[in-house]
């Protein structure tokens, strides 16, 4: 049983580009989340996957933006990046919506010059 | 909006000593609390959970607190070891099971 990769592990873009980040759940997990960590401070909740469709946004502008597959792997895109969009983005995943250990990926690290 | 609410942001412990690291919400909604560990170049692990109906969780050396009146939980490591070091996160997930909200973080160092 794998757990939950990430990739690209880091990635360098500058302002106005746009970039999408790939996730692979655990096995069995269809409930997928991703979060935005800035340097120094706990991850903010940028918006949860169940069974392919979105059900729970945080306080993210709607350049976010995110797929789920059948698979239950899952992208997080960003257009038109800002300087403060640079974070580590961490993906999580769990098996259901029910209160449950989610299982985070090493994240990948964005730069954004 | 900070809905969980941490400290301390440092703390430094002798090896062997007690840390504990608190958290407070303010939504009545959260109804699992987890904490998480986090080593530099790694995505947060979880340490251990309790759900409100718990006034107490003990798993090894971690044993959280809850006091669902006053709205706070905390975090307490026993016998605090060097290999202990990290970043610890307190956390709360809505009973909607949406969206899990982290507290701002603590690292901690433990001295040999």
């Known amino acids: 049983e794998t757990g939950v990769t990430q990739s690209p592990t880091h990635l360098i873009k500058t302002r106005g580009q746009q970039v999408t980040l790939r996730c692979s759940s655990q096995s069995g997990h269809n409930t997928v989340s991703w979060y935005q960590q800035a340097l120094g401070q706990g991850p903010q909740f940028i918006f949860q996957y169940y069974r392919e469709e979105e059900n729970g946004r945080g306080n993210f502008p709607p350049r976010f933006s995110g797929l789920q597959f059948p698979n239950y792997s899952s992208e997080l895109n960003v257009n038109a990046l800002e300087l403060d969009d640079s974070a580590l983005y961490l993906c999580?995943?769990?098996?259901?919506?029910?209160?449950?250990?989610?299982?985070f990926g090493p994240g990948t690290r964005l730069t954004v010059l | 909006q900070q809905q969980v609410k941490q400290s301390p942001q440092s703390l430094i412990v002798q090896k062997g000593g007690i840390s504990i690291i608190n958290c407070a919400y303010e939504?009545?909604?959260?109804?699992?609390f987890p904490w998480y560990q986090q080593f530099p170049g790694k995505g947060p692990a979880l340490l251990i959970a309790?759900?409100?109906?718990?006034s107490e969780k003990k798993e090894g050396r971690f044993t959280i607190s809850f006091n669902k009146s006053a709205k706070q939980f905390s975090l307490h490591i026993m016998d605090s070891q060097p290999g202990d070091s990290a970043t610890y996160f307190c956390?709360?997930?809505?009973?909607?099971?949406?969206?899990?909200?982290f507290g701002g973080g603590t690292r901690l160092m433990v001295k040999p």
């Open positions: 939504n009545t909604a959260f109804d699992y």
């Open positions: 999580a995943s769990r098996p259901g919506l029910a209160p449950h250990e989610q299982f």
């Open positions: 956390a709360a997930l809505d009973n909607a099971g949406n969206m899990l909200t």
């Open positions: 309790i759900r409100p109906d718990v």
